[in-house]
T-cell receptor
Framework: KAGVTQTPRYLIKTRGQQVTLSCSPI?????VSWYQQTPGQGLQFLFE???????NKGNFPGRFSGRQFSNSRSEMNVSTLELGDSALYLC???????????????FGEGSRLTVL | AQKITQTQPGMFVQEKEAVTLDCTYD???????LFWYKQPSSGEMIFLIY??????QNATEGRYSLNFQKARKSANLVISASQLGDSAMYFC??????????????FGKGTTLSVSS
């Protein structure tokens, strides 16, 4: 069973540019979320999607946006990149939304973004 | 105020020893879930163990157990018989609220575990 796949794994951008990151959840998983990990701030929640709808959003500026497609794949976009956006962006997926389960979330290996 | 507090930036242990990684949490919700994840240098987050707030027994998964003390708002991870491959960053995380199947977690700052031979 394939895990959560994130592309690209590494990328370098310059300030002011925009970037799109992709996440393919485990087959059958419909809930996807995104996290930003930096040495200073640690792991911070960005957004959560289920059935193409954003269900939850973290405390990030409007430059950070995302979407989910009908096949549950998700993309996140960061516009007008700043140096502080350099981070590891992690995607997680889980089986269900809205009912209790064991709570296991599966993470991808992340996309490491460097902004110069 | 921090919702998840991991007070040990780094821990050092020898192979085959047991180690406890501390985690305290803060929430006013009655329904919540607590997680531990391991992050090796490769970056991937690996799920270790989960404890629901209404679970009466402490969760166990192989060599991992979660020492859940609800009144103290504590969810410490115990790793028995440490192995060299356990060297990694360990994160405690919480999911608040009635949606106990969502993917929005609050993470602690992490504890780096180093296991030596």
């Amino acid at each position: 069973k394939a895990g959560v796949t994130q592309t690209p794994r590494y990328l370098i951008k310059t300030r002011g540019q925009q970037v799109t990151l992709s996440c393919s959840p485990i087959s059958g998983h419909r809930s996807v979320s995104w996290y930003q990990q930096t040495p200073g701030q640690g792991l911070q929640f960005l957004f959560e999607y289920f059935s193409e709808t954003q269900r939850n959003k973290g405390n990030f500026p409007g430059r950070f946006s995302g979407r989910q497609f009908s096949n549950s794949r998700s993309e996140m976009n960061v516009s007008t990149l700043e140096l502080g956006d350099s981070a590891l962006y992690l995607c997680a997926s889980s089986l269900a939304f809205g009912r209790r389960n064991t709570g296991e979330l599966f993470f991808g290996e992340g996309s490491r973004l460097t902004v110069l | 105020a921090q919702k998840i507090t991991q007070t040990q930036p780094g821990m050092f242990v020898q192979e085959k020893e047991a180690v406890t990684l501390d985690c305290t949490y803060d929430t006013s919700d009655q329904s919540y879930g607590l997680f531990w994840y391991k992050q090796p240098s490769s970056g991937e987050m690996i799920f270790l163990i989960y404890q629901g707030s209404y679970d009466e027994q402490n969760a166990t998964e192989g060599r991992y157990s979660l020492n859940f003390q609800k009144a103290r708002k504590s969810a410490n991870l115990v790793i028995s018989a440490s192995q060299l491959g356990d060297s990694a960053m360990y994160f405690c995380a919480m999911r608040e609220g009635a949606n106990q199947a969502g993917t929005a977690l609050i993470f602690g700052k992490g504890t780096t575990l180093s296991v030596s031979s």
